[in-house]
Structures are given as C-alpha cells and as structure tokens.
C-alpha cells in the first residue's frame, strides 16, 4: 500500500528575529546622536529577540487550508518559511517530503508564495501586461502559454481593461490585483496566499474565493492552496481545516466544525447602535454570564457598529447587556439573538475580551 504523503509537514518550527533596540525617546537626539552612530559603526548596538514562531507543528493535506490570527501572530513568516523564502531556525519543514533547506531547488518548483501589497516590486514605468510578461519571463515560461494565462488571470480579477495603463495609474486596490496576477500566472502543486482579498473590494474579493475554490476542486489546478487572512468569509468560503495562530504558537487546529463546535451550546446576542465606545468590550465583559464580546466598527466617526456578545445564557443577560449600553449613552438600533459564528469561534478562542474568553465563575 503506498504512503499518503503530506503536502506540508512542519515540526517543531520557530523564528526568532533579532532587531536593534531604538534610540531611547527620552534623549535629545541632537546631543546624543553621534555616540549612537559610533556604537552603530562599531557594532554594539543592542538587540531585541522577537519570538515570531514559537515551536509550530502542523500537517497540511491535499485541500485548502487556512490560518487566521491577529497581527504579528506569524502568519506571514509561517508562509515564507513554506516557501523557502525564509529560514527556521530550529524544526524541520517538509513539502512533498522534501526538506525545504536540503532540497531547495525541488521545494521552490513546488511551492509559490503570493504575498499581500508587494506590488512596490513591479516597474512603474512599464503597463500592467509588459509587467506580467516580464515576471513570467524570469519564471522560465513559455511564450505560448503566457499570453493566454495573463488574459485568464487578468479577466478573473477585472483588470482586462486595464492592461495598457502604466502600473503608477492604478489604484491601491488594482495594484494589490497585479501581485495576485503574479502569483497566479505559475502553476505549482502548492499555492501558499498571503492575506489575498485584503485591499480588494467585496465582489473582487468573491470573484477570487471562486476562482481559488474552482481552480482547485475542479480545475485541480493546484494542489493543495494555503491562504492566510483576517477575512473570516475567505475562511468560511474555502477553506477545509484551518489553523489558529496567536503569538507564534498554533493554539488551534480542525475543521471549520471541529472550531465552531467550541461556541456549540452558545448564542450570540447582537445589538447594531451608534456612540458605542472603544472599551465596550471591556465593559460588557463585566456582565456575568458573558463569554465574550467582540464590536465591529462600521463607522468609527459616530462609534456606528454591530455589537456581538457570546453567552450562554442570553435570556438571562439580555436586559443587563442593554442597560449597560444605554448606561453609557450609547443608541441601540436593533437587537436580535443570532447563531455563533466561525468569527465568534475565533474570538472566543483568541480570547480578545478582558476575560481571556473564559465564562467568569
Ligand atoms: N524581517 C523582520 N524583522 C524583524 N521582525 C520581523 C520581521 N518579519 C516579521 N517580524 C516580526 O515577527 C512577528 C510576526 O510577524 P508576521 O509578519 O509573521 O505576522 P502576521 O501574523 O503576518 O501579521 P499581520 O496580520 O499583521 O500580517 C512580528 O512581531 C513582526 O514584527
Ligand atoms: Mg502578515
């Protein structure tokens, strides 16, 4: 019988980086700059240790797989470190069984690393398409081919009419469209996204889960794709299993039902409203009863935004849960009882309310 080989194996990964400390804000920078500068030169600077993964073991199948975490959680190193870019300093990595720092060259033709708002990298003085061209020129391939993959590539993600214009002229989001254009023109086995829909607005970023989904479940144009992102609907649209990471460390792994199956039991009371304050969180995570609160701001202007609070006994908190807002003279405009969702999951899991979302006892 043969083996089922993972497409990603990491074991006991961790990276640390070390950076220099910064020039204390306390000293006048004019009196002290010229030590500053001989300790630079001479090497003494002192250096801070940023633990940004912290012994990561994971095993990717054949399927899409996503990773969700706050920021500067790792996600990104984690990707680049899959790819090669990037070096672990301690574990081991396996794409294909192939050790990404022994077998290099048989990793890099089987992985590719589409990062978010690297579009400073393309030449701003030539058009959308040249630029492509010339990317898929250092990528080794075919003429022939190019020419119909840029057209597929360009005309999923809506920039077909807009290949003639120089990149300079494009707006932020179609600029975060060329590096997707770019990474997808290579076919490897093992896509790895980083952060794909960020920038882009909700039907682009609809148009490319399709296309990512299609790509992989019918066209099997990929093997096994690997997105990071901080959008919950990439996530719950995509992916198979996903990975939570939280200061360097996975702290949960499953599929989306073995993750929502952590609020199973629960409910979520949701009030939309305006005046809500920053530390509403803070102060709805007092109310015993709350597991946890999370606000979504929709116009931070007027404190606008939908308030979701994770209870698991939402009769009994309701009245509290209002009175506390109404308290800090905030307008409710609707209230309804809702279902949890995978972001509630995450929330409760991250535990980003005052609680560490735990149920106070
Ligand atoms: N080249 C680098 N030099 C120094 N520190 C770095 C470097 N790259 C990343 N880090 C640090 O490593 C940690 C993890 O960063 P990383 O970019 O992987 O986070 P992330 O989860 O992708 O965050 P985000 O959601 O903001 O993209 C952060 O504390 C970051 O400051
Ligand atoms: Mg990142």
New binding site residues.
């Given amino acids: 019988m043969g083996v089922i080989m993972l497409a990603i194996k990491a074991s006991n990964v961790s990276k640390v ?1 070390k ?1 220099s400390k910064l020039i204390p804000s306390s000293s006048t920078f004019g009196q002290v700059h010229w030590l500053i500068s001989l300790r630079y030169i001479l090497g003494f600077r002192e250096k801070r240790k ?1 633990i ?1 993964l912290n012994n990561i073991n994971l095993e990717i199948d054949e399927e899409i797989f996503g990773i969700v ?10 990707l680049k470190i899959f790819s090669g870019l990037l070096l672990p300093d301690s574990g081991k990595v396996e794409v294909y069984g192939h050790d990404i720092v022994e077998e290099e060259k048989i990793v890099k033709r089987l992985v590719n690393f589409v990062g978010s708002a690297r579009w400073i990298t393309f030449d701003y003085h030539l058009t959308v398409r040249e630029n492509l061209e010339f990317f898929s020129l250092i990528y080794g391939l075919e003429k022939s081919y190019v020419k119909s993959r840029i057209n597929e590539v360009l005309g999923m993600l809506g920039l077909l009419d807009r290949q003639d214009d120089y990149v300079w002229r494009l707006s932020a989001g179609m600029r975060q469209k060329m590096s997707i254009a770019r990474g997808l023109i290579l076919e490897t086995p093992i896509l790895l996204l980083d ?1 794909p829909t960020t920038g882009l607005d909700p039907l682009s970023a609809r148009d490319l889960r399709d296309y990512i989904r299609i790509a992989v479940k019918e066209k099997k144009l990929y093997r096994t794709v690997v997105i ?1 992102s ?1 959008n919950m609907r990439d996530i719950e649209d995509l992916c198979d299993k996903v990975a939570i ?1 939280h200061k ?1 460390r996975i702290i949960k792994c499953g599929t989306l039902d073995e993750i929502i199956r952590s609020v199973r039991g629960l409910s979520v009371i949701e009030v939309e409203g305006y005046n809500i304050p920053y530390n509403v969180c803070e102060l709805i995570g007092r109310i015993y009863d709350v597991v946890s609160v999370n606000v979504e701001f929709k116009d931070e202007s007027i404190g606008r935004g939908n308030i979701r609070v994770l209870t698991d006994s939402p009769e009994r908190i309701v009245y509290k849960v209002v009175k506390a807002l109404i308290d800090i003279n905030c307008r409710i405009l609707s209230l309804k009882m809702d279902k949890p969702t995978l972001n509630d999951a995450y929330m409760k899991i991250i535990g980003v309310n005052l609680y560490g979302g735990k149920t106070r006892s």
Avoid: Q, R, W, Y
């Fill in positions: 980086f950076v940023i940004a975490g706050p920021n500067a959680s790792g996600k990104t190193t984690l952060e990071s901080h990471i360097g």
